[in-house]
């Protein structure tokens, strides 16, 4: 069974920065899958954002290339999302989702306001 803690997010300005990471307990480097981000916006579906799975290169949104990276600390088993140049359609509910053995968890979301 994997626990995920997140953090972070908040308000910003548009232009501003924020971050948000996720820490993983119960899983490990050896059967987490991938660790990655999804978000949704009041009236819309979830959407990934970002994504890294083990042996293949990041995935991100069309939408926040360029302005969101993902990295991952192994050892403390933490994905962190770094998000730059926010714009007011970066408003979300952000939520961290980690697969390990086969298992999908999710987290239970950070609130992430971009406005002037």
């Known amino acids: 069974q994997v626990q995920l803690v997140e953090s972070g997010g908040g308000s910003a300005q548009p232009g501003g920065s924020l971050s948000l990471s996720c820490e993983a307990s119960g899983g490990s480097i050896f059967t987490i899958g991938y660790m990655g981000w999804h978000r949704q916006a009041p009236g819309k579906q979830r959407e990934l954002v970002a994504r890294m799975t083990t042996g293949a290169p990041r995935i991100y949104a069309e939408s926040v290339k360029g302005r969101f990276t993902i990295s991952r600390d192994h050892a403390k088993n933490t994905v962190y999302l770094q998000m730059n140049s926010l714009k007011p359609e970066d408003t979300a509910v952000y939520y961290c989702?980690?697969?390990?053995?086969?298992?999908?968890?999710w987290g239970q979301g950070r609130q992430v306001t971009v406005s002037s």
């Open positions: 989702n980690v697969r390990d053995s086969g298992v999908d968890y």
